[in-house]
Nanobody
Framework: QVQLVESGGGLVQPGGSLRLSCAAS????????MSWYRQAPGKERELVAAETSAGGSTKYADSVKGRFTISRDNAKNTLYLQMNSLKPEDTAVYVCYLRKLGLTYWGQGTQVTVSS
């Protein structure tokens, strides 16, 4: 079965960096584009970064353009989100997402807190 397991979150000061990982299993990782979403307290879940296809073109929320980068390592079945120049408003639970054959899959999420 499909499993998505995020890691790499934590507490970081404004201006700092984190790299999130999403370890994927149960499907052919190299064949599917994936995405990162986030949800802050009291706010709706929002798309942060997405691949249009596996290793294909990418798109980003306007709020993170130039600061966040989505990437993958097919040999490790892992999706990444490199986050630089973090701001307090980036504080949220970050979740990786897969849509495969009409079904959607979500990881459990990893908490990112940006605070001094």
């Amino acid at each position: 079965q499909v499993q998505l397991v995020e890691s790499g979150g934590g507490l970081v000061q404004p201006g700092g960096s984190l790299r999130l990982s999403c370890a994927a299993s149960g499907f052919t990782f190299s064949s599917y584009g994936m995405s990162w979403y986030r949800q802050a307290p009291g706010k709706e879940r929002e798309l942060v970064a997405a691949e249009t296809s596996a290793g294909g073109s990418t798109k980003y929320a306007d709020s993170v353009k130039g600061r966040f980068t989505i990437s993958r390592d097919n040999a490790k079945n892992t999706l990444y989100l490199q986050m630089n120049s973090l701001k307090p408003e980036d504080t949220a639970v970050y979740v990786c997402y897969l849509r495969k054959l009409g079904l959607t899959y979500w990881g459990q999420g990893t908490q990112v807190t940006v605070s001094s």
